[in-house]
Every structure is written in structure tokens, then in C-alpha cells.
């Protein structure tokens, strides 16, 4: 038999000191509010069985070594035709009965990766059509048009739902520590919203089985766990990896957390968004309550929808802060067109350049010289800023909510730069634009002293979490709000911009400013991006280094602008509008098709720009490019998005001779079209980098939710068989 590593502690072996690392999902228990039969195929011999199985399906012998025709009923004829799917990652539900009661249950199936088929048994619950409540709530989630919004009807909408004295959306920050956002509770119960939590009160172990397991149920905290016989599965001759076991019986300290609430019963549903675990719907209740199969999956379908929603609300704040980028982006260009300077563009509308990010001040570090909108530090402690960044590792943007505790030598700027954003416009020392939050003295309300989780008592076995959640008070000084994942990109994309047109303004002034030209001309050459700087005939002048990945050849000359096309994929087409730009002195933006050096094409955007000295005087012409292959890996992303879940999922295969399949199908046309809205909303953000991971995480939700509603015609289908 394997070993275990001391290092992780067995199922019910973990004490506070190490909880982190229990493998709860070797718990090798389960609630007694059903039973588990690990089968082996294709006999269906019962090679593990919970030690509550005879009673409980009436059997007078032990049942380890029967077949499972021998329970008689007729549930190994709904087992059979489910032996050759994958049952994986959602266990496939089935109506049965054994031996001679007739009583209903339903059975739920997967696989748990060791060669077996677990089959779980639970008594089936009164008959419900939910339908409706199905259809109210996808219409509940698709209407909401903000996260506060959504989270408050999902709150309301899951008590209605599944009847727990106490419903929470709670959400995680990006240290892990958990507030609960919203909440539906009865009168009775004392307020929990607005309530944090540790980060420690959810082991990362659990976290991991949230995201794979995405509905779990604890029926009565005061149960007596029922063990597996034997112990250790004979096929891989060790613990039964009970992940996506619904009656697996829970750690044991987290039951002691719970009974120290006061709670009786419990339903967790994960919100799952990009791939990562944003938060809980919890429900409590002061009693026990057990949940029947379709009410769990009905509460799942929903909270996949409304992790879809959170999705599309959070990818809109990122949407509207590219816009107002844009349009910062479009004035700038117009202000070097027109005055031959872009900063008064930038800083003549402060909120142009404060809203997107949400700062209160912001300064731009530039040739050494400074400007400034909002509330701000000195010029002097600008500089210091300046200088301290520069001493660090080159980042593409610097973030920190507590600039004091980062650097204790900027605590005397506190109460105005408790927050940073800053990122750098070019290569060059001292050239950044900051962005500032001012300090907010906050009193943060925790579920008990997170400070004190552990409570001792005189024997160490009487070790337990903590045992009051009366609110506790935290006075939180010297931090300012965090800066969200929206707030970040679009201070990026701004910077990205600022650096575009600074180099475009350089490359102006290396025209211009003829005296200046070898010390400008290296700012030009050393940009990440490719520039060309070409006289009023159209010959080049410079093109930098970032040029030379983009040419084929090493042996390629560049004399004029046009002489690019040879290297495009419709080099006539190009060279033709270059051409123009020349003769006509008109300005042309476009989409080029570059064969590189490497020989992978890549997409790029070409801006060519006359520069005039006075209307009848022309010095030049500027062509910047941009690579275009984030934009364009977003937009392929969203085509295939489209393809699968339009495809796959526009049309499932619901049988459509009932009522009840055109129901549900209805039903899967509201999940697409969340799903969709969703992907507009994604690939239309500004953080182009996480649209294909994003669309991942949406394609595999519809997936999901497309799964489980036809688990849940096909058990509707077989319960009125």
C-alpha cells in the first residue's frame, strides 16, 4: 500500500497546525443520508460498500462481493447503458429501486479514476417540476445589469429556491480572505453582510474541490460518519478518491466550525469565473435540511449562470474604461496633429485620465519635468517615487494599495499616496505616468477575531477553531482601496498609448529638432515598438531595432516607406496606399500582414502620418506599427466560442416529444444567450491577454449547465416511467 507523505495529514488526522494540508477527499466516510457502492465493471461486482448499505437498502447480509443484479429492482438495467460514458466530471443521475419495496432512488454515477464506478443512493424525494423557477432564475441573472444587483437577486433567488434560513454570496479578494457581499436571511438571524473572513477558514485543499465538485451539501452537522468496508479500494489498493462524492462526510474541524456558529446544515455552490474560484453561494441552516437530487442540480445550474453573469459585469467595467482610453488615445492624436504637443490632451481633462482607473491624483514624469492633476505628493517626493522605481527590476506596471509598508520611506505620504499605480512610457529613467489613492482608514467588521482562530483547552485534543463569530472590529490604517483587475488594465492600456504617442511625438521632434537628432534618435531606436522615420520624399531616415524581427531577411534594405510592402502578404496593396501617403500627403491607418523573420505571420496595425512644419511645409512622415496578434488570437477565440457553444449547445440533445424537453430546451437557449452576452462583453474588454481563458472558463460553464439539465430531463423522464 502506498505511503503518505507526513506532510499531509490523513482524513480526520489534521489538527490546526496543518488542516491546510488534510486530504479530505480521502475521507473514506460518508453522511448517512444515503449509500456508496464502489463497483468494479463490467460485472458490476460490489467491491466497497458503505457499512450502511444492507440496512438501508433493506439487505440482510453484508452486500461486498454480490453483483449489483443481485440487490434485485431494477438498478442494474439503469446502470447498464451509462458503462461506456466517461462520467466525468458530472456524475449522471438515474431513478431505480432494489428488491422488492418498490421505494424510488435516485443514484448518481461517475467514475473516480481508480477503475471503479461509484454508484451513490439517496431515497428520492416528492416529485417537484422546477422548471419554473429554473427559467425565473436564468431570466433573474440575465437581467442584471451590475455585481451588486446580481448578487443581491441570487441571494434572494437561492432562499426562495432551496428554503436555508440564511443565504451569502460570499467573494474572495486577491489575498484569499472572503466578504460576504450579500445575504437574504430570516428576521431572527443577526446580520452577516459586510462581515471578511480569513483566508485560513478555507484550506486551499477545499478550494481545489470547490472549483471540481461545484455543489456540496452537509445534511446534519451532528452526524455520525458511516465508513467504507473495506477501507482501502482493491483495485488501487488505497483510499477511495471520494472528490466528487456528494455524500462524502466533511473534515472534521470544518464540522466543528460550523456547530461553533450555531449551524445546522449547509449547501455550498461554487461560483467559478475565468478559471479561478471568485466565491460562494452559501446557504445555512439552524436545522438539519437534506437537499434531493434535483434540487442540488437545479441550485448548480443557477450558480454557473450567475458565475457567467459575473463575468460579462466584470468584462463591461473593463469595456467602458477602454473607451474613455480611446477616447484620451484619439485627443492626443489630435493635439500632436494640430500643436505639436499631446500632454495638454492628457491633462487639461483630469477625470479622462483619473475615472478609467479610479484614482483620486495622478502625475506624469516627463524629461524631467512633471505635471500633475488631483491630489498629489510634492514635485520632491515625486522625484524620490520616480527615482525608487527606477532602482527596481523593470516592471510593466507597479501596483500596491500600501506604499508605506512596501516602502517604508514613503510613509510620510500616506495620507495622499497610501496607493500606487504606476507604469513606465519608454526605456528611458524618470519617464512614468502615477496614478494615486489616498489612504482610507477603514473599520473592517470580521466574523470573530481572526487573530485568535485557535482555542486550546486543557486537553490538546479539545483543540478547535475558533468558537465566537461575534463581529470583531479591525481599524485598518495606512492602506488605501485595492486597485482592481479593471483598474490595472486600463492604467496599462493608457500607458501603452501615452508610450505610442510619445514615440510618435519623438519621432516628430527628430525631424524638427535637427540639433537633437543623435540623442532623440536613440530614444526612437531603442522603443519596443517598430517606427519609421522617413524625409518629406518618403526616405527613411530611421528604423529602429524593433524593425528587424519583423524583416525576413538580414540582408533587406529599407530606403523608402514603401519598400516595406515586400514584406506583407498583399505587398501590391500596400505599397499602393504608402505610395499615397507620399504623393497626397494623407494620413493612413490599416491592417498588414507581416511575414516575419521567423516565418509566422503576424498581424499588424500601420499608422503612417504626415508631419507638417506650417500647411505648406512638410518635414516627413512617421509610420508606427502595432501588433494586432492579441487582438486577433481574441477574436479567433471568440469565433470558435461561438462555433462550440452555439453548435454544440444552441440545439442539445433534449428529446422533444414531451413538454418537459421542450422545456428545457427553451431553458438551454437562455444559458446560451447569458453565455453569449458574456463573450461580447469579454472580448470587447481591455485585457486582451485573458479573453481565450476567459472563454475557456464560459464554454466549459454552458458545457456544464448544458450536462446537467439533460440529467435533468432524462430523471424527470425516468421518474414518471
Same mark, same amino acid.
Given at each position: ?14 489538527? /490546526? ?77 438515474? !431513478? ?20 471503479? @464506478?461509484?454508484?451513490? @443512493? ?27 444587483? /446580481? ?9 426562495? /429556491? ?44 477545499? !478550494? ?5 465538485? !461545484? ?33 462524502? $462526510? ?44 434535483? %434540487? ?146 477603514? %473599520? ?72 537633437? @537628432? ?107 506599427? $502595432? ?14 466560442? *461561438? *462555433? ?11 428529446? /422533444? ?36 481563458? %476567459? @472563454? ?20 424527470? *423522464?425516468?421518474?414518471?416511467?
Amino acid at each position: 500500500m502506498a505511503s503518505r507523505a507526513p506532510s499531509a495529514p490523513a482524513f480526520g488526522e489534521a489538527d /490546526l497546525s496543518n488542516c491546510e494540508r488534510e486530504q479530505i477527499h480521502l475521507a473514506a466516510s460518508i453522511q448517512p443520508c444515503g449509500v456508496l457502492l464502489a463497483l468494479r465493471e463490467p460485472e458490476l461486482s460490489i467491491i466497497q460498500a458503505s457499512a450502511n448499505a444492507a440496512d438501508f437498502l433493506g439487505r440482510a447480509e453484508h452486500l461486498y462481493g454480490h453483483c449489483l443484479a443481485d440487490l434485485g429492482g431494477d438498478v442494474a438495467e439503469r446502470v447498464q447503458p451509462f458503462l461506456e460514458q466517461p462520467l466525468n466530471p458530472i456524475p449522471v443521475a438515474i !431513478r431505480c429501486r432494489v428488491g422488492g419495496s418498490g421505494e424510488p432512488l435516485d443514484g448518481l454515477l461517475h467514475r473516480p479514476g481508480d477503475g471503479s @464506478l461509484v454508484l451513490e @443512493l439517496e431515497r428520492a424525494g416528492p416529485s417537484h417540476d422546477l422548471t419554473p423557477e429554473i427559467e425565473r432564475g436564468l431570466q433573474t441573472v440575465l437581467n442584471a445589469t451590475s455585481l451588486r444587483e /446580481l448578487c443581491d437577486k441570487s441571494a434572494e433567488m437561492f432562499k426562495r /429556491l432551496a428554503g436555508y434560513d440564511r443565504v451569502m454570496v460570499y467573494r474572495f479578494d486577491d489575498q484569499g480572505h472572503g466578504e460576504v457581499y450579500a445575504e437574504e436571511r430570516n428576521e431572527d438571524l443577526e446580520p452577516y453582510l459586510g462581515n471578511h473572513y480569513p483566508a485560513s477558514d478555507i484550506p486551499q485543499i477545499a !478550494r481545489q474541490l470547490y472549483k471540481r465538485n !461545484r455543489i456540496r451539501v452537509l445534511a446534519d452537522v451532528n452526524y455520525e460518519a458511516t465508513p467504507l468496508q473495506p477501507r482501502y479500494s482493491p483495485l488501487s489498493e488505497q483510499d477511495l478518491d471520494m472528490s466528487l462524492c456528494f455524500l462524502r $462526510s466533511m473534515s472534521p474541524i470544518h464540522i466543528q466550525y460550523l456547530k461553533n456558529m450555531g449551524v445546522g446544515a449547509t449547501l455550498v455552490a461554487s461560483l467559478v469565473v475565468g478559471g479561478q474560484l471568485w466565491g460562494l453561494i452559501a446557504c445555512h441552516h439552524y436545522a438539519p435540511r437534506f437537499l434531493h437530487y434535483e %434540487m442540488r442540480a437545479a441550485c448548480e445550474l443557477l450558480a454557473e449562470a450567475v458565475a457567467t453573469r459575473i463575468a460579462a459585469l466584470e468584462s463591461y467595467v473593463r469595456a467602458e474604461a477602454e473607451l474613455s482610453t480611446r477616447r484620451l488615445e484619439q485627443r492626443m492624436i489630435d493635439a500632436v496633429t494640430k500643436h505639436g504637443d499631446w500632454r495638454a490632451a492628457l491633462l487639461d481633462n483630469p477625470q479622462s485620465l483619473l475615472k478609467p482607473v479610479g484614482a483620486f491624483g495622478a502625475a506624469l514624469l516627463y524629461e524631467d519635468e512633471i505635471r500633475t492633476v488631483g491630489d498629489v505628493p510634492s514635485t520632491t517626493e515625486l522625484r524620490r517615487l520616480g527615482q525608487w522605481l527606477d532602482s527596481k527590476p523593470r516592471q510593466t506596471m507597479f501596483a500596491t494599495s500600501a506604499l508605506a509598508r512596501d516602502a517604508p520611506e514613503f510613509a510620510d505620504m500616506t495620507e495622499v499616496a497610501s496607493g500606487l499605480l504606476a507604469v513606465p512610457l519608454s526605456s528611458t529613467k524618470g519617464e512614468y505616468i502615477f496614478w494615486f489613492r489616498p489612504e482610507r482608514v477603514q %473599520m473592517v467588521t470580521w466574523g470573530g477575531n481572526p487573530f485568535k482562530a485557535v482555542v486550546v483547552g486543557d486537553d490538546p485534543a479539545d483543540l478547535s477553531p475558533r468558537r465566537s463569530f461575534a463581529q470583531w472590529h479591525q481599524l485598518v490604517e495606512g492602506t488605501a482601496e485595492d486597485w482592481s483587475a479593471a483598474n490595472n488594465a486600463a492604467a496599462r492600456l493608457i500607458g501603452e498609448t501615452v508610450a505610442d504617442i510619445l514615440l510618435q511625438f519623438r519621432s516628430v521632434r527628430t525631424l524638427i529638432a535637427q540639433d537633437q @537628432l543623435q540623442h532623440v534618435s536613440l530614444q526612437v531606436r531603442e522603443s519596443e515598438h517598430p517606427v519609421l522615420v522617413a524625409d518629406a520624399q518618403g526616405r527613411i531616415l530611421i528604423a529602429n531595432d524593433a524593425f528587424d524581427p519583423l524583416i525576413p531577411s538580414s540582408h533587406a534594405t529599407l530606403e523608402r516607406v514603401e519598400d516595406i510592402a515586400q514584406f506583407c502578404a498583399h505587398p501590391a496593396e500596400v505599397r499602393r496606399m504608402l505610395q499615397d501617403v507620399v504623393r497626397h500627403r494623407r494620413a493612413w491607418n490599416g491592417e498588414i500582414l507581416f511575414h516575419t523573420r521567423q516565418g509566422v505571420d503576424k498581424p499588424m496595425m500601420v499608422r503612417a502620418d504626415p508631419v507638417s512644419a506650417t500647411p505648406n511645409r512638410l518635414l516627413g512622415y512617421v509610420v508606427l506599427l $502595432s501588433d494586432l496578434s492579441e487582438q486577433k488570437a481574441a477574436e479567433s477565440a471568440r469565433r470558435r466560442f *461561438q *462555433q462550440d457553444v452555439v453548435g454544440q449547445n444552441g440545439l442539445p440533445g433534449l428529446p /422533444l416529444e414531451s413538454e418537459t424537453g421542450l422545456t428545457y430546451r427553451n431553458l438551454m437557449s437562455s444559458v446560451v444567450g447569458n453565455a453569449q452576452l458574456a463573450a461580447l462583453e469579454i472580448t470587447e474588454g481591455i485585457d486582451l491577454t485573458r479573453v481565450p481563458e %476567459m @472563454l475557456d472558463s464560459v464554454r466549459a460553464s454552458t458545457d456544464r449547465t448544458s450536462e446537467l439539465l439533460q440529467h435533468l430531463v432524462r430523471h424527470a *423522464q425516468s421518474a414518471r416511467d
